[in-house]
């Protein structure tokens, strides 16, 4: 156990300072490293990959809030939208768990590799996405909720990938967006987390200390660690160009998402 804690510690210091370094939410890269520490472990490969979205998910309900928290002191979270979105996100989140346990850990595997290798392509060839000048109707925010929160439940991340672009579309500034996407990874996680915990009751097949589908030491252990080596990622950031570190974390994406999908 003291080992197992020790490797969840280094894996949070590693996922934080990424997260931190390169700007994104840190399932992207937790995700696949549990996986990886879980087959170190010998966890079953049928729980894994399911046990590694709930435990990502629980730490980004943490780690997400403070920065959430952060965003909305400062004014840029668009209030009316997050209200307009949040059915959407809770439903999409619940859905999202759902269609994650009804698919083995092998083909949720392919999904997540597949899902690295489109974001991937989009930060190498993708364009910003053209700002809009009004706002979409209720129907259409609650209807782009329930499709950000299901991916983003079904993949344990925070949403960023695909709100930032949704709320800028919709006339938001770079910085509303990334305040108001911020706020919207909060109810997916603690959502899609508590979803995970409860469809992955008492499964046999899952190790000690996992609550459903959520890993408590690896959820303690990454908590922990994340979050000031984020800063420390973000320091780092500021000696790199900005093309130099997308490029490397498309370039990593890859070969994350190809160890997914070859055998």
Same mark, same amino acid.
């Given at each position: 156990?003291?080992?197992? &804690? +020790?490797?969840?510690?280094?894996? #949070? =210091? *590693? /996922? $934080?300072?990424?997260?931190?370094?390169?700007?994104? %939410? @840190?399932? !992207?890269?937790?995700?696949?490293?549990?996986?990886?520490?879980?087959?170190?472990?010998?966890?079953?490969?049928?729980?894994?990959?399911?046990?590694?979205?709930?435990?990502?998910?629980?730490?980004?309900?943490?780690?997400?809030?403070?920065?959430?928290?952060?965003?909305?002191?400062?004014?840029?979270?668009?209030?009316?939208?997050?209200?307009? &979105? +949040?059915?959407?996100?809770?439903? #999409? =989140? *619940? /859905? $999202?768990?759902?269609?994650?346990?009804?698919?083995? %850990? @092998?083909? !949720?595997?392919?999904?997540?590799?597949?899902?690295?290798?489109?974001?991937?392509?989009?930060?190498?060839?993708?364009?910003?996405?053209?700002?809009?000048?009004?706002?979409?109707?209720?129907?259409?925010?609650?209807?782009?909720?329930?499709?950000?929160?299901?991916?983003?439940?079904?993949?344990?991340?925070?949403?960023?990938?695909?709100?930032?672009?949704?709320?800028?579309?919709?006339?938001?500034?770079?910085?509303?967006?990334?305040?108001?996407?911020?706020?919207? %990874?909060?109810?997916?996680?603690?959502?899609?987390?508590?979803?995970?915990?409860?469809?992955?009751?008492?499964?046999?097949?899952?190790?000690?200390?996992?609550?459903?589908?959520?890993?408590?030491?690896?959820?303690?252990?990454?908590?922990?660690?994340?979050?000031?080596?984020?800063?420390?990622?973000?320091?780092?950031?500021?000696?790199?160009?900005?093309?130099?570190?997308?490029?490397?974390?498309?370039?990593?994406?890859?070969?994350?998402?190809?160890?997914?999908?070859?055998?």
């Amino acid at each position: 156990m003291l080992l197992s &804690l +020790l490797a969840y510690l280094a894996l #949070g =210091a *590693v /996922a $934080g300072t990424m997260a931190g370094l390169y700007g994104v %939410g @840190g399932g !992207l890269i937790i995700v696949p490293s549990l996986v990886s520490v879980f087959s170190l472990l010998n966890v079953s490969p049928d729980v894994s990959m399911h046990l590694a979205v709930g435990t990502s998910l629980a730490t980004i309900s943490v780690t997400g809030a403070s920065s959430a928290l952060g965003h909305l002191r400062r004014g840029s979270v668009r209030r009316d939208w997050l209200q307009a &979105l +949040l059915p959407g996100l809770v439903v #999409g =989140a *619940v /859905a $999202g768990v759902f269609v994650a346990g009804s698919l083995s %850990g @092998g083909k !949720l595997g392919i999904l997540f590799g597949i899902f690295l290798l489109l974001v991937a392509a989009r930060l190498v060839f993708g364009r910003s996405p053209p700002a809009g000048s009004t706002s979409p109707g209720k129907g259409r925010m609650v209807a782009a909720g329930g499709v950000i929160g299901g991916i983003s439940a079904l993949f344990g991340i925070g949403g960023g990938t695909l709100s930032v672009p949704w709320l800028i579309r919709c006339g938001a500034t770079m910085t509303q967006a990334v305040g108001t996407s911020s706020a919207c %990874g909060l109810p997916i996680a603690l959502v899609g987390a508590a979803t995970f915990m409860i469809t992955g009751w008492g499964d046999v097949r899952l190790p000690e200390g996992a609550l459903g589908y959520v890993m408590v030491p690896a959820f303690i252990g990454i908590v922990v660690t994340s979050v000031p080596c984020a800063r420390l990622g973000v320091r780092l950031a500021h000696y790199l160009p900005a093309r130099v570190l997308k490029l490397s974390f498309a370039a990593l994406l890859v070969i994350v998402g190809l160890g997914f999908l070859l055998p």
